[in-house]
């Protein structure tokens, strides 16, 4: 985001600051010596003339004759402005001096310092009368005053125009980089806080009330918001719906089974105990779905800083409690305490899905350990001394209902979704799950989650 | 409507609320045969009214019934009556089960159930209840003090509504006051069964039991939490 910001401003500063560039070279290059000639071309040619005209009225009536030629011709013809100082530095008609005049030599060129009259022929400005006595008159077209005073002409003023330049184009380039991008950042932030879980977030009316193509963007964007909310909460209502239909049989069926086993004494026990199994099973897999499908449509992750070594000890410790009726047990094995930012419900799932799996096929024992990972990060292996899997179906078993040990026999029923939940579960905290035969025989599950 | 089945002289009475007509007729037939006597209603009103018309040992509520909800209904039972209470949640669903435990139930079942657990759960209510009946006398700590014979508890010595759950918690902790008890032991004695990993259920109930109790004089809390032991009720 910021580096499409700072693109944006980047790339219209440097165009607006090399377009200036170029078009100030090119016209210093191509045309300035052109226009510099039209212009004092002209200027020199009337001054020619009317300095001829001035010499002609010094010649034959003195300064007053001069004084009134000046008089005359200003009357009749205001421009060019015409000034005539005499020899003592004063003008004919008593008018202001340009500054700077008066520390003029005869000769000097006070105006226009960097005008064309400092590189070629004869000042265009300036032309000097001379009396039959030697006395010298000087007749000149005053420069124009810039507008910023004389101060804008000095060196260190001249630097300062490039400098406001990059300044005034850098804000303006600033403010268009941020009314471009801003709209951006609020779709990203709608966006993020959406695949968080938070189906509520809009773009919001600040963007969707613009009358621009983001305006369109922001109206659409919240629209389809409001779509992805309304069918995951049908969604969330069904499983509800769902969970609650399946459930009221199972729990008459249990009820049912119960007075049964009151009223017949015990000769039916042992029947007994299979229905209630597997109703049991039957509602572990009616949770197992609900968890799946709560999985799948967007479950929301919060992560807490989790000793993983503690909470894989939670779930061997209960597994163990497990394992010891069937005559199984368990190793385990963690170093110290790792601690990741992580769902502890998410990943407890996880664990203890593929630990009562290993469990389940293992023949007598099975080794779960924690260890820590040379990039920062935690493995959790699970391994088993069972029949393992065919090597095809390494990555197939984690998908919901293949259950197949290696030998071809099916798996204990109930077993079939466990591990895609598992899977689910890994992948939303960021980690990674892979089933392989170990060397020696038996299963393995290595989950390896990384410090973020 | 109420209905009531067979009246033994002795039997504890259950009140069953549940908008499941068929599952409340085999539970009360079957509750009936472990020695219970067993009054059905089915939604949250008549079980609020049947629950505070009096003469009820314990009651059994669903969460998802008509007219009014498990917890609405709870929450009415316990402006009025301390009553135990059993909750029959969704099973997996922890939201409810803090829910309730929050608003003052006992403790909680997860749906589909066998009747035997819930005949273990019942039992194990009652017996905290009646166990500590037997007993006379007071123990006292600072500003707290209890009477195991009449369930009750005071501070300084006002009586304090609490119900059974949070009372034998309160016991427990008053008469090994000064040290520290374990969650283990709070759940076996208090719950009646094994603190498992995601049982959050003793830690709703000592929040709700902090809440009434208040705190010292000084602010402190009185009973304290030792991190990856259990709860002491401080002495001074």
Redesign the interface.
């Known amino acids: 985001m910021t580096r499409l910001y700072w693109r944006i401003f980047i790339s219209f500063w440097l165009v607006i600051i090399m377009t200036v560039i170029v078009t100030v070279a090119v016209n210093s290059i191509a045309f300035r010596d052109e226009m510099a000639n039209t212009r004092f071309s002209a200027l020199r040619d009337s001054l020619e003339i009317l300095s001829r005209q001035a010499q002609q009225a010094l010649n034959e009536e003195g300064e007053d004759g001069l004084r009134d030629w000046l008089r005359v011709r200003q009357e009749q013809q205001p421009f060019p402005p015409l000034l005539i100082i005499n020899p003592a530095g004063e003008e004919l008609l008593q008018r202001p001096l340009p500054a700077g005049l008066d520390r003029l030599r005869p000769d000097a060129r006070p105006f226009n310092r960097n005008g064309p009259n400092t590189r070629r022929g004869r000042s265009p400005r300036i032309r000097r009368l001379e009396t039959a006595d030697g006395q010298s008159y000087r007749i000149l077209v005053p420069g124009f005053r810039p507008r910023l005073g004389r101060w804008s002409l000095r060196p260190e003023a001249r630097a300062l125009f490039p400098l406001i330049l990059v300044l005034l184009s850098g804000g303006a380039c600033l403010l268009l980089a941020r009314y471009l991008t801003r709209p951006i950042q609020a779709f990203r932030a709608a966006g993020q806080s959406i695949a968080a879980g938070d189906l509520g977030a809009r773009v919001g009316p600040s963007i969707a009330q613009r009358k621009d193509e983001f305006g369109a963007l922001a109206t659409d964007f919240d629209r389809m918001a409001d779509r992805i909310e309304e069918l995951l909460g049908s969604q969330r209502q069904l499983l509800r719906d769902v969970s609650h239909e399946l459930r009221s049989p199972l729990a008459r069926l249990q009820a049912a089974v119960g007075l049964i086993r009151q009223k017949s004494g015990d000769q039916a026990d042992a029947h007994l105990d299979r229905i209630e199994q597997e109703a049991e099973n039957l509602n572990e897999l009616i949770g197992q779905i609900l968890s799946m499908a709560r999985l799948e449509t967007g479950a929301s992750v919060d992560r807490q800083p989790v000793d993983l070594s503690r909470l894989v000890g939670e779930i061997v410790e209960d597994a163990r409690y497990e394992g010891e009726s069937h005559q199984k047990s368990i190793a385990f094995t963690a170093g110290e305490a790792c601690v990741l930012q992580i769902d502890e419900s998410l990943m407890h799932k996880a664990i203890e899905n593929v630990v009562r799996n290993a469990i389940r096929h293992s023949r007598e024992c099975t080794e779960v350990t924690v260890e820590p990972l040379p990039e920062p990060g935690v493995r959790i292996t699970i391994s088993d001394d069972g029949p393992g899997i065919d090597p095809a179906d390494a990555e197939r078993i984690f998908e919901p209902f293949f259950t197949r040990a290696a030998d071809g026999s099916k798996a204990h029923s109930g077993a079939g979704i466990g591990l895609a939940i598992a899977r689910r579960a890994v992948e939303l905290n960021a980690g990674s799950i892979k089933a392989r035969n170990a060397a020696e025989g038996g299963f393995v599950v290595e989950i390896e989650l990384l410090k973020r | 409507m109420a209905h009531e089945t067979d009246k033994h002289p002795d039997a504890r009475r259950v009140l069953l609320v549940d908008d499941?007509l068929?599952?409340c007729q085999?539970?009360a037939?079957?509750l009936n045969?472990?020695g219970f006597e067993v009054v059905t209603v089915h939604d949250g009103q008549a079980g609020v009214d049947a629950a505070n018309a009096g003469h009820v040992d314990v009651v059994v509520m669903d969460i998802?019934m008509p007219v009014m909800d498990g917890f609405e209904a709870l929450r009415r039972i316990r402006k009025a009556s301390d009553v135990p209470v059993l909750m029959l949640t969704?099973?997996?669903d922890?939201v409810d089960r803090i829910v309730g435990l929050e608003l003052g139930a006992d403790d909680y079942l997860p749906?589909?159930?066998?009747?035997?657990e819930l005949v273990a759960r019942l039992r194990a209510i009652l017996r905290r209840t009646q166990v500590s009946s037997k007993e006379t006398g007071r123990i006292a700590e600072g500003q707290i003090s209890i009477e195991p014979g009449s369930q009750s508890l005071f501070r300084n010595g006002e009586p304090v509504p609490v119900t059974a759950t949070e009372f034998v918690i309160a016991e427990l902790l008053l008469r090994s006051a000064g040290k520290v008890v374990s969650k283990e032991e709070l759940t076996e004695k208090a719950l009646g069964r094994r603190l498992?990993?995601?049982d959050r259920s003793l830690d709703t109930h000592m929040a709700n039991l902090r809440k009434k109790l208040g705190t010292a004089d000084d602010g402190s809390p009185l009973i304290k939490t030792v991190r990856g032991q259990g709860y002491i009720f401080v002495t001074h």
């Open positions: 499941d068929q599952l085999m539970l037939e079957y045969g472990e998802t969704a099973r997996g922890e749906k589909p159930f066998s009747s035997r498992t990993v995601y």
